[in-house]
């Protein structure tokens, strides 16, 4: 809301990402009227080429760090941010693209690009929040849209947002979803993964792959445990941990215990 004629600026970054998160923002077509009466755009290519100079209010980050020039960006940016939020699995936990994390990326480099040496990176991708202090995280892959919402009202009004730290469980249950690891036997990662996307998969008899990454404390070693029942190897298990947030602590320490040999 503007007071005394001032509107809050927003400015929305991208780094190393698919730009999925930054169009859940314009997904709220309606809604999207509404913020953009509350707020001055002050920075979004996504929407548009204009810029207005910081510092900003609030800056919504978008992607992993990724290069040695991200990793000076990102500074900058925080420095011009009164409040800091990243969106999505690749600014909250490195992404899709920090598999790379698990092996030599200069291998990788080799295998893909016909001069590696031209490739200037880091050889982790690693979340915002190890470079800089982070307001608030909104996970997903991409962000749900009406979580955004409640964040962006929230800011604007100086409250805590309402977003679920449950898990995808729960959701399951308040729509009545049958739960298809005990009815089918396929391994679901929804007992440690976060609420958010609207049930989407469960809903189509199909498992939980973790796209809004580990829930507050989850336990991942009992349902390893339980993976294994559904007679799931080792290898199987630990890709499962590996996709959309992989480097995510409790995901990258379960899915390296299957890497080490069983004693």
Request: glycine share 8%; net charge neutral.
């Amino acid at each position: 809301m503007a007071i005394n004629g001032y509107k809050p600026k927003l400015a929305v970054w991208k780094f190393s990402s698919c730009d999925g998160c930054q169009l859940s923002l314009l997904d709220c077509e309606d809604e999207l009227l509404a913020v953009v009466g509350r707020v001055e755009i002050g920075y979004f290519l996504e929407a548009t080429r204009a810029e207005v100079k910081g510092p900003y209010d609030i800056s919504l980050v978008e992607g992993s760090i990724s290069t040695p020039h991200d990793a000076e960006r990102i500074h900058r940016i925080r420095r011009q941010s009164k409040t800091l939020v990243t969106i999505g699995a690749c600014a909250t936990s490195g992404g899709i693209q920090a598999l790379r994390n698990f092996k030599d990326v200069d291998d990788f480099a080799a295998a893909v690009y016909a001069r590696p040496d031209y490739i200037d990176t880091l050889a982790k991708s690693t979340p915002i929040r190890d470079h800089v202090r982070v307001d608030f995280e909104l996970h997903g892959c991409p962000i749900n849209k009406h979580q955004l919402l409640e964040l962006l009202n929230a800011t604007l009004n100086g409250r805590k947002p309402n977003i679920p730290s449950y898990s995808q469980c729960i959701e399951c249950k308040r729509k009545g979803t049958v739960c298809v690891m005990v009815t089918t036997g396929a391994p679901c990662l929804g007992p440690v993964v976060h609420a958010g996307c609207g049930n989407l998969c469960p809903s189509c008899a199909r498992p939980c792959y973790g796209c809004f990454g580990p829930k507050e404390t989850p336990n991942t070693t009992s349902l390893a445990a339980w993976f294994d029942s559904l007679g799931q190897d080792r290898r199987e298990i630990k890709h499962l941990f590996r996709s959309f947030t992989a480097n995510a602590e409790a995901f990258r320490k379960e899915s390296e215990s299957h890497e080490k040999p069983q004693i």
